[in-house]
């Protein structure tokens, strides 16, 4: 059951993964948007789950960095508009 419960959040990432890609790449939504940056989060850290989980450090190193990088964005564009 729990290994079930891993991979659904490893598929339900990369899927967020690539909507947040398509999303961008079609010009739906901005790089820096809160909607593209929050997929981001989310799919970063169901990975980052998922990978610790199959201990696949390498991508789960990828996938915080990410994650960082999300926050990291989202930071600025908050204090920007603050």
């Given at each position: 059951m729990e290994k079930s419960i891993?991979?659904?959040?490893?598929?339900?990432?990369t899927i967020l993964?690539?909507?947040a890609y398509g999303l961008?790449?079609?010009?739906?939504?901005?790089?820096?948007?809160?909607?593209?940056q929050g997929?981001?989060?989310?799919?970063?850290?169901f990975?980052?789950?998922n990978t610790l989980?199959?201990?696949?450090?390498p991508s789960a190193g990828l996938n915080f960095a990410w994650v960082g990088i999300a926050f990291f964005t989202l930071?600025?564009?908050w204090w920007q508009n603050k």
């Open positions: 891993i991979d659904i959040l490893g598929w339900t990432g993964f690539l909507i961008v790449s079609t010009k739906k939504v901005e790089g820096d948007s809160i909607i593209y997929i981001n989060v989310l799919a970063g850290v990975l980052i789950i989980y199959l201990k696949a450090y930071g600025r564009r």
